[in-house]
């Protein structure tokens, strides 16, 4: 520990500078840097975060180095700001404000106008001419100074602040309603009533020593490190306790001085859109927290962005004041080499600034912006790419509601798939299709969707369920399509037979129309008009630079040639996972798979399954087509038998009237299949054993359309992949099966194709004994989503349950379907990545579960050495742009 | 490679001995022994195992060196045998045996009687004065030869055995039945019938040339080594395929030469009951296969075998040759210090030793045995533990159908719990409760059983289901009971309503008698005896040999005062899981539970939570009691709790009755807990963190329990268990809602308790971050059920529809819920252990599944470092066998 304890800044120079964020805090740092460039910051001083470790090693108590340091300071801003600290006449104010080395808004406490008393209050008064002025600042320091240095304010929430009572009370005896339209008077006598509650409640006077004011607070805001708030937000966010955090101690100024004052908060280039413009509003006697309020109409600062010709610019009444400005947020940006969002005050004519910081933005301007400042030789492209959230750019690839648009919204469930839609209630997928066949723009509402759906969610603008998380059915269905849904909306109450939805009170009906926000989870009375984006050219620039600088690829899961287009364009370098079984649903197709789920022996089943060949092969030419000269992974037939069978009676009256069975049989069979939990059951590889021939016929499928399509001249890379292996044995049995078939059909058609056989890695043991997998399988692809359903002992169509509560209640911080959790299955892909690599060095391995769209998730991948990522079409952009990030992260 | 090949044996006198089995093979090594010992076996020669690798090697090629070795070698076994191979007048026979290192019953090839033609079996004729003999002898080589050696033998199993074929033929024109009915003459036929067809099938003619017989045999033997059979039987039992086989030519001996011959088998001691007498059987004039073939009715070897005066013993009609074979027994029994089975036969007055080898024997005899060469002082008490195997002492605990007993076996299930029993069907828990309440003996038969059967699985003689597997509901509940259970017969079709249940074309009503096998897994027609062991002394003496080898400690999975009882009996240290959800179903208790579950707020679950807990008080007080001094580990509330509630619409109906609500009131609540794989649901610690008033409830029931018994100057251990962890900071949740409650119980009640909070490991997520739940957990049991069904994504209960068909393919050599998959699983719990323990050093590990009473099982936990094993309390003397053989493998 240095025996520097307090660093001042002001009048273009500082002790300190941005790189001492450790030592000054962030706010510190960043207020001595602006210092350093000339400027004009409220002058202050910085007590480091030393004295804060201090402070508690000592009990609360200051060395004498500190205190003469604090005083020189003092001292020092008195002589830049031309006033004295206590000076009854021309009385010097102070701001007593935490500032720790990493961003915790809003967890410790803040003291303002500090310095006032009864004598020093009439200095300010006679300085600025204003008695309600200085009687309002003089009350308010009472008040922020009770509750945070006198204890006055209450530990828990729901008890309102004594103060605020206090008030209250005098409103009402006076009869208004409003703060501001307390007179001079009202706020004197406030502060009589102010300082008798402290004495009553605390035994104590309140100290119109201004030291002692100053010491009170410093002591506080050190003691606010440690409140309960404070330390749980450290736990979340990993900060350690022991950093500490510095105080800043600056002189107050005051835009609502008079009509010579202003206010105002300004971006240096527009954050909606990226424009290059100075864009910012004002408001002329007023304090900054008036121009957020919306209690009065801020104006434009400047020309350009002025809307209304009766706006009064600041340019205009204050040219001299704006002069400065456009000069400071010139140099701002060209110093922090990025948008800023900056505060500033104007007191009696002279201009402060009072923060800059990078400015928030839309995706389409943070877009724009990274792109423009390297074109304007800014920033450099990794900087730029670096910038963008990639999270964020599903923004620009979804339909929007019109920000202006008014919404009403009655439920919220999980923001499923992104995207914003409007269309009328269906409750049955038939119904759906129905209704888009002439023309009506429809939201499928259903408590939970199934494979049967399918048809119905194709052409819905819209998917709404009031059960499943975030990979049920309905929501990896509907991120495949691109189609926004809203899942899990457990408020809602669905009714098949009365085709009526019920939210609390209200009733809808088939037909009524909805309007669903799948990345907000709102589910929206009525119609909201939506926006379509637009790519821009400054978007494919940025992910050009960004495909430049990663490693891995990315892949798509798609299961149709149009889902393979769509991605394609998106960029995707090949399907890391088409599934099988929604093919099996479409037209006459059903018939021939439940056909075949009836048979009592093999030959029936091989009947059947020659019914299906044709059209596999038809799915599998079209998918290879549109994907030629790159890779692309099929799953063999995933999952159990029953999701083919039909539940309700209806249907399986239909079922039986088109099979020629009874009722009964159909109603067997369905026992027969039942099982208590499917998702650990009779599914994936287990099926493919049972009944080798359905491998086989897709492996002859997918073999027959690869030969088919090399013998036209088109490249294609298919990679059969066995599902849900837990054994090295059970691989070897499905890889001989398809080997055996996959020979003969190459010999057949007399050309040789290019294929692999590899494995999903997504049930625990596989992972556990990847190094034997490994020694049959020619790649792996991590199926995530199940590998965390059983690493977890989550059932995804269930943990809605509970998960929402242990996310409410920090059990998890993240929901782990979403994010994949690095700290446990992590665990099980890194080392099945290692144990594989172990056995065949340069094993090809991918992830194909939704967390290979996830930005957190694809960085895990990346630097566990996987080769690619695989994930809906929409979230390829996203997936390119966060391993190009993971890349640059790597250097 | 030495040059030495062939080692001769004979006359009292060996070049081998049983140290050398990799060379000689197992059997060759033997009977190197054994005629070391001075035992009159008859004489012979190995031939070494490297040379079995040098015929692969050389494709069937034999150096002279090895030539000129065999020849030395038979003329060696001609001297000692006086006679000559291939001498017309006094013809040496010979076989030719396959011998390996590892047994490997029945799958190489032999040839019996070699060196006959035409003219050496007019020797034997001569020799024996018995045509019929010498013409049975030479056909019966012709036929083996010829399927060995010139490949006669069909390939498929399907096909007959074509000289068997000309034998049927030739009876049917004899109009003779047996092949004994067959004269000299038609055997001499048979002879020529025989070489006809070799000739016509494989165009070469029956070798006359003994030396050519032999190499032949010799060739063919070695080429049996890789037949297919020999092959899988390797790969399933993980013997080496390059170890090879030894070859055993021998000179043969007969006990069918006329009445001063004869053959037998012994046994050194009974092995039905370990009692130390000789004990054998024997038929005069007659071949080895004819004793046990059970045409002719052996005869006993000595008098106090003899159980009817008119048999004939050995020791009365060949005095000489039985002392010898008395002398040789002991001292053969002292040699190998094991009871033996020998087998023997007497040529013409002179006694020749075939073999001997280790005795099969019941357990009860195992036991006795044992103990009595302990006391013997022929072995020491850790050989004695270590001849055991634990999972046969399961026999002396359950009772057993009288051997004596006919059976009509109807079905066969899976053996889920041991023991026979009796009794009459009746297809409901009720019913079940009703008739044993008026004294009858009942069989539950249930598709499946769920908690609420607990009622009648208690006073049922025997359970049986038609699904579910080895740890489905009934397996595992009727373990614990010690009730014998046989799960998942999938051949039974139970109809509820029309109370019948049918297997193929029987049907059996509600009353009828069937006895179950639940140590085979049979279901029989009818009543069948019981008997019910008595546990004999010496099985406690070696149980006691046994605890003091052990380091593990061994508890048991109970739930009951009586159970615990039962357990402590069987020598159990502790509980290691009392479930509390078995609890919540007797009496009045479930209508108090179905309150909490129904109770919209918290305010109504406390309510309803209070009226359970003096039943969960009292019932901590019964259990902490009987297992004073001794661990107890509760486990809080696991299961669903759709599972409490009825899901059949006449027990809704009741239910809804007496809760005076609506039936649609039920079934709304039935509807809204429903999941789809509950497995994976809202369970375990799920449900104490949605509800921590039912955690609350639970560990003041516990404290209370525990602090009125410590008051009482009991000692208690409670140990407090949250199940499905899969994370810290849930268990951290649980533990403080536990610590509160008791912190505040013991204060109430002014008494500390040694109590403890710790967890299950029983999800993945769990293990792989046991480092971090052990910051907080004081003691971890593995529940391997749980961790078993995710860690391959099994679901117990529907798992049997594939794990049969695995275990058929070979896919899973072992039911993973039976024996612990130390390849996969295991990883999961020595990760877990070591990462618990680098967290805290003394960690109390122990496990709580179903494999705690596997040998295996144990043996893995023994060895990867558990402080305890806990089982049902029936399998505890197998565990702590168990755990004291790995004691002693480990030293």
């Not at 309600?132 to 922020?144: E, I």
């Not at 909201?528 to 984006?533: A, G, H, K, R, S």
């Not at 599914?683 to 036209?712: D, S």
């Not at 065949?840 to 391995?845: E, G, V, W």
Request: glycine fraction near 10%; include cysteine.
């Amino acid at each position: 520990m240095s025996d520097k304890y307090v660093y001042t800044f002001g009048d273009g120079k500082a002790e300190g500078n941005t790189t001492m964020k450790l030592l000054l805090g962030g706010k510190g740092a960043n207020l001595a840097e602006m210092s350093n460039l000339g400027v004009p910051v409220p002058a202050g001083l910085t007590i480091s975060t030393e004295i804060c470790t201090e402070f508690y090693k000592t009990g609360g108590k200051y060395s004498d180095a500190l205190k003469k340091q604090v005083e020189e300071g003092v001292s020092e801003i008195e002589k830049i700001m031309g006033s004295k600290f206590g000076d009854p006449s021309n009385p010097l104010l102070l701001s007593v404000r935490s500032g720790a080395p990493a961003s915790m808004p809003g967890m410790m406490d803040t003291v303002l106008n500090l310095g006032l008393n009864e004598e020093t209050v009439q200095g300010l008064i006679n300085k600025t001419g204003n008695d309600r002025f200085g009687w309002d600042s003089y009350r308010r320091f009472v008040q922020m100074y009770g509750d945070v240095v006198m204890e006055m304010k209450p530990e828990s929430k729901e008890e309102e602040d004594p103060f605020e009572l206090i008030i209250q009370q005098l409103k009402e005896e006076k009869g208004v309603e409003l703060d501001t339209d307390l007179t001079a008077e009202d706020l004197k006598n406030l502060v009589g009533m102010f300082k008798d509650a402290i004495k009553k409640n605390t035994g104590k006077d309140f100290p119109t020593d201004h030291w002692e004011q100053l010491w009170g607070s410093i002591s506080a805001v050190f003691g606010s490190w440690n409140n309960q708030r404070a330390i749980t937000y450290r736990n979340l966010n990993n900060i350690p306790a022991d950093w500490g955090t510095a105080i800043n101690v600056q002189s107050m100024v005051y835009g609502n001085m008079g009509d010579d004052c202003a206010t105002g908060v300004a971006f240096t280039r527009d954050p909606a859109t990226g424009n290059k413009m100075f864009y910012g509003e004002y408001l002329v006697n007023a304090q900054g927290e008036d121009v957020v309020a919306g209690i009065r109409t801020p104006q434009p600062v400047n020309e350009s962005t002025k809307s209304d010709p009766d706006q009064k610019t600041l340019q205009e009444i204050m040219p001299e004041a704006y002069d400065e400005l456009d000069r400071i947020y010139k140099s701002l940006e060209t110093h922090y080499k990025d948008m800023q969002d900056i505060e500033f005050t104007i007191q009696k004519g002279k201009l402060w600034m009072l923060q800059t910081r990078n400015g928030k933005r839309t995706t389409e301007a943070a877009v724009r912006i990274a792109v423009e400042m390297v074109e304007e030789g800014l920033i450099d492209k990794e900087t730029a790419v670096m910038r963008i959230d990639p999270e964020k750019i599903d923004q620009l690839l979804h339909p929007t509601f019109d920000p202006k648009a008014e919404k009403k919204v009655v439920a919220k469930g999980l923001p499923a798939s992104p995207g914003a839609a409007t269309g009328r209630i269906v409750f049955h997928a038939d119904d759906a299709e129905e209704w888009a066949e002439r023309g009506e723009q429809v939201i499928l509402v259903r408590i939970e969707t199934s494979p049967e759906d399918i048809g119905g969610m194709n052409v819905a603008k819209g998917i709404l369920t009031s059960r499943g998380g975030m990979t049920s059915h309905a929501a990896v269905v509907a991120r495949g399509m691109g189609t926004c849904c809203v899942a899990g909306c457990g408020n809602l109450n669905i009714n098949y037979k009365s085709e009526e939805m019920k939210v609390g009170d209200l009733v809808f009906k088939e037909g009524d129309w909805i309007s669903l926000d799948g990345s907000q989870g709102e589910v929206i009375d009525g119609k909201v008009p939506t926006v379509t984006p637009e790519l821009s050219e400054k978007f494919g620039k940025l992910m050009s630079w960004a495909d430049k600088m990663r490693r891995l690829k990315v892949r798509t899961n798609a299961d149709t040639p149009h889902d393979s287009d769509v991605a394609r364009k998106f960029g995707a370098e090949g399907i890391g996972l088409c599934r099988t079984e929604h093919m099996f649903f479409e037209g006459d197709r059903i018939k021939a798979v439940r056909e075949m789920i009836l048979a009592d022996d093999e030959a029936g089943r091989r009947k059947a399954l020659e019914k299906l060949l044709p059209y596999q092969r038809d799915d599998f030419y079209g998918i290879l087509k549109a994907m030629h000269d790159l890779p692309v992974t099929i799953r063999t037939l995933d999952p159990p038998l029953h999701e083919f069978l039909p539940h309700d009676d209806a249907n399986q009256q239909e079922m039986a009237d088109e099979m020629g069975i009874t009722l009964e049989e159909v109603k067997a069979k369905v026992d027969s299949l039942h099982e208590f939990n499917p998702m650990l059951g009779h599914r994936g590889c287990r099926l493919g054993i049972t009944y080798p021939e359905i491998t086989e016929m897709q492996a002859r499928a997918i073999m027959e359309a690869a030969c088919q399509l090399t013998k036209e001249g088109v490249k294609v890379y298919p990679e059969i992949m066995i599902p849900l292996i837990g054994t090295k044995a059970e691989f070897a049995d499905q890889k001989a099966v398809v080997v055996k078939i996959a020979d003969k059909v190459q010999k057949e058609s007399c050309v040789n194709v290019n294929y692999m056989v590899g494995t999903m890695i997504e049930i625990p043991r596989a992972a556990l004994t990847a190094d034997e997998v490994a020694e049959e399988a020619e790649f792996f692809s991590f199926g995530t989503n199940d590998l965390t359903q059983m690493a977890f002992g989550y059932s995804r169509d269930d943990a809605g349950k509970f998960l929402a509560e242990y996310l409410d209640k920090g059990i998890l911080t993240e929901d782990p379907f979403q994010v994949l959790d690095q700290t446990g299955v992590g665990q099980l892909v890194e080392m099945a990545v290692q144990k594989g690599r172990s056995t065949k060095k340069d094993l090809k391995i991918g992830i194909c579960g939704e967390h290979g769209g996830d930005p957190k998730s694809v960085g895990f991948c990346h630097r566990i050495g996987m080769d690619y990522v695989s994930c809906s079409p929409y979230r390829v952009p996203i997936a390119r742009l966060a391993a190009a990030q993971e890349a640059l992260r790597d250097k």
